[in-house]
């Protein structure tokens, strides 16, 4: 039973550029959060999606967008990067974007380093 | 507004001696907290869960965290700690109707041999 899977696992990309990350959730889970880590602190909350919609969005500019596809899998897109966008950028999945209790499965992220 | 602290970036102790990790949580409502553990590369793995009930969860691992209201904390804890328990730990809380997670900062914890 396959996990959390992020591609690709390593980018590097020059200021100004854009990106796109990509997650699919553990089978069986309907609902994927976007998490960015940079180093040296906790994840921090980017956004959730569920029925193919963002459902919530914690404080990051609108130069981060994301989707999500019929079969679950996500997409998250950075235009514009910035040198402080560098970072892990994680993906969760659960299930129901309403399980509170309900802990996340993570993938292993994405080290995007900005240039 | 929600938020979990952890006052210790780093933590070290000898192998077979017990290990504890803290974390304090704010105020607002009933939280479910949780712990998350790192390895080096790798994304967060769930180690256990405080939602409601026993003051004393047990998770993966042998690890276990007690759930104190009037502390507001939720400290991680093992009572023999082992050389590949050294990673980062997160403490992480979620109230009400959030739907997101927020962690602390990290505590790097060493065990050592």
């Known amino acids: 039973d396959a996990g959390v899977t992020q591609s690709p696992t390593h980018l590097i990309k020059t200021r100004g550029q854009q990106v796109t990350l990509r997650c699919s959730p553990k089978s069986g889970h309907d609902t994927v959060s976007w998490y960015q880590q940079a180093l040296g602190q906790g994840p921090q909350f980017i956004f959730q999606y569920y029925e193919e919609e963002e459902r919530q969005r914690g404080n990051f500019p609108d130069r981060f967008s994301g989707h999500q596809f019929p079969n679950y899998s996500s997409e998250l897109n950075v235009n514009a990067l910035l040198l402080g966008d560098s970072a892990l950028y994680l993906c969760?999945?659960?299930?129901?974007?309403?399980?509170?209790?309900?802990?996340?499965?993570f993938g292993n992220g994405t080290r995007l380093t900005v240039t | 507004a929600q938020s979990v602290a952890q006052p210790e970036d780093q933590v070290n102790v000898a192998e077979g001696n017990p290990l504890t990790v803290k974390c304090t949580y704010s105020v607002s409502g009933n939280p479910y907290l949780f712990w998350y553990v790192q390895y080096p590369n790798r994304g967060l793995q769930f180690l256990l869960k405080y939602i409601t009930g026993d003051n004393l969860v047990k998770g993966s691992y042998g690890f276990e965290a007690e759930f104190n209201k009037s502390q507001t904390s939720f400290h991680l804890k093992k009572p023999s700690a082992l050389v590949s328990d050294s990673a980062l730990y997160f403490c992480a809380v979620r109230y009400g109707s959030a739907r997101q997670l927020t962690f602390g900062s990290g505590t790097q914890l060493t065990v050592l041999p």
């Open positions: 969760a999945s659960s299930v129901g974007q309403s399980s509170y209790n309900s802990p996340l499965h």
